[in-house]
């Protein structure tokens, strides 16, 4: 497993997700999760001298992994601008794109990001440092009904309701700024035997909110159906159950929704066909090495 810019990122099911490209030694490829480069360094090792990778990253930290390469091109901006930034370079069609939708190790211990429960850090959460609102803002001015619908939506937390009416009470004597105020608010909220993974959900639900995570991914994906050409491949790792439901409805139907449209003999009509009906997950091996990889899902679809 590659492990690039030590500090930032371990590189999640590397080998089975580029396999998955089928690379072409000649053939135009995306990464829209650069990150610490380990995915594109691979897909670069598999490119001839006139093969090329476009690499996307809106983090501003990513940019100090980036590659010296002649065939590679790195992007600073959110993912869900393919379509238009692979107009911008005039490239027609790709061969194939990747995506590692997971954050970043990175962003986990980075203590001023306020990504995890682990450090009393300002509550922050945007992977753009350069703009949009942050999860204080979130917590603090949305209201009672706009925090309990992200909290089910994007946590799947059972008392969603009855978390938001404790936030809402709460800032009312003192504005939430800290991750650590976040957790003496809440705590009282969540089972004992539950309360590490409950407190992971109603993170991963502001961080979700704060980046607008289903959104960008579900223009990416109907990007992707657009600028891959017939055979190209589409290899993405999801994390968890809202990012793969959309993955896999993308890769089954065509749409976000799954909808299915079918012709006039019943075959299901949509531009991606499945080339693994499974989900690949990580091996015993890999698990060993980076357990933050247990919930780690890989699927690949080829253009019809």
Not at 18 to 42: A, C, K, M, N
Not at 144 to 150: G, K, S
Not at 273 to 291: A, D, G, M
């Amino acid at each position: 497993m590659i492990k690039t810019a030590e500090t930032y990122h371990v590189s999640v099911l590397l080998k089975e997700s580029v396999d998955g490209l089928d690379i072409q030694p000649d053939g135009v490829y995306v990464d829209t999760t650069f990150g610490g480069g380990g995915h594109s360094r691979e897909i670069l090792s598999r490119l001839g001298k006139n093969g090329h990778l476009y690499s996307f990253d809106q983090d501003a930290d990513a940019e100090k992994n980036i590659v010296d390469d002649d065939r590679f091109t790195f992007v600073r901006s959110n993912f869900r601008y393919l379509k238009q930034w692979m107009r911008f370079y005039e490239v027609e069609q790709v061969d194939g794109l990747l995506a590692d939708l997971g954050v970043s190790s990175h962003h986990f211990d980075d203590e001023s990001r306020g990504f995890s429960f682990r450090f009393d850090t300002p509550l922050d959460m945007r992977m753009n440092m350069r703009a949009g609102m942050t999860a204080a803002d979130i917590v603090n001015d949305y209201t009672e009904e706009q925090l309990a619908d992200i909290f089910y939506l994007y946590g799947e937390l059972k008392n969603a309701r009855k978390i938001a009416a404790t936030l809402v009470k709460s800032r009312q004597q003192e504005r939430i700024e800290t991750t650590g105020q976040l957790l003496r608010v809440t705590e009282h909220l969540f089972a004992r035997e539950r309360e590490k993974k409950e407190v992971t959900k109603l993170f991963q639900a502001l961080r979700i909110e704060v980046n607008h995570e289903m959104a960008a991914l579900r223009e990416m994906l109907l990007g992707a159906c657009q600028v891959l050409k017939p055979g190209g491949r589409l290899s993405i790792i999801t994390y968890h159950s809202l990012e793969d439901r959309i993955v896999k409805n993308v890769m089954k139907t065509g749409n976000a929704e799954g909808k299915m449209e079918q012709d006039f003999f019943g075959r299901i009509q949509s531009p991606l066909h499945l080339i693994n009906n499974k989900v690949v997950t990580p091996s015993e091996e890999e698990l060993q090495r980076n357990p933050r990889s247990r919930s780690a899902k890989l699927r690949i679809a080829e253009k019809v």
